[in-house]
């Protein structure tokens, strides 16, 4: 057990429908990433939040967005949702907002859009 | 912008043998971190074992022991005396230093090696 906690663990829902993964870091990180994992894709990075505020973008589509909250839990919205947005998402996290720590990843949100 | 291939797609392996999974990256950066992380069937994503690039000792951690070639850009893992639960997708990861300056510390990953391990 990693520590950090996504709900829910799965979710099914209809093309053009709006759906919010929540994720819980572990006691203490300050920072949280959300990958996006699919067949065609692999793993890629979407975004990173650091004590509240954005710090990096990845592949993130602009229908995706994300934030932390003061308690430090982070939400990805997922909106007008495709079924290529079908994947696992995870999120992670770490103490600080650079390198030199590694991430611990959550165990998941499967997304299944029909 | 890095790039991480593993080009070994799958690969099988005998209860108790070893096994050696490539992985080779591309980057610009001096100062860097690589990784190697499990996923099993359950999904869950379990880091396996960190390098740091400016340190020359290849990292350790029990059965898990790394290849890192600084100057090739190749980080392979071996795995000794497999066990049926090594049984996993493995990815190479690449992480920058914090001495490089910038705020984006984000994982990019290769594509994955499936092993089986075989009873």
């Known amino acids: 057990d990693s520590g950090v906690t996504q709900t829910p663990k799965h979710l099914i829902t209809a093309t053009g429908q709006r759906v919010t993964l929540r994720c819980s870091p572990r006691s203490g990180d300050l920072s949280v990433y959300w990958y996006q994992q699919s067949l065609d894709q692999g793993l890629q990075f979407l975004i990173q939040y650091y004590n509240g505020e954005e710090r990096a973008k990845g592949n993130i589509l602009e229908r995706f967005s994300a934030q932390q909250f003061p308690d430090l839990h982070s939400e990805l919205n997922l909106s007008s949702l495709e079924l290529g947005d079908s994947a696992l998402y995870f999120c992670?996290?770490?103490?600080?907002?650079?390198?030199?720590?590694?991430?611990?990843f959550g165990p998941g949100t499967r997304l299944t859009v029909t | 912008a890095q790039t991480v291939t593993q080009s070994q797609p799958e690969m099988s392996v005998q209860e108790a043998e070893t096994v050696t999974l490539s992985c080779t990256y591309d980057t610009s950066e001096s100062n860097y971190y690589l990784f190697w992380y499990k996923q099993p069937p359950s999904r869950q994503m379990i880091l396996v074992i960190r390098q740091e690039a400016y340190k020359q000792q290849n990292a350790t951690e029990n059965r898990f022991s790394v290849n890192f070639q600084k100057a090739a850009k190749s980080f392979s893992l071996k795995i000794s005396d497999s066990q049926l639960g090594d049984t996993a997708m493995y990815f190479c990861a690449f992480m920058k230093h914090e001495f490089s300056g910038g705020s984006n510390y984000k994982l990019t990953f290769g594509k994955g090696t499936l092993l089986t391990v075989n009873p």
């Open positions: 992670a996290s770490s103490p600080a907002g650079g390198g030199s720590y590694e991430q611990y």
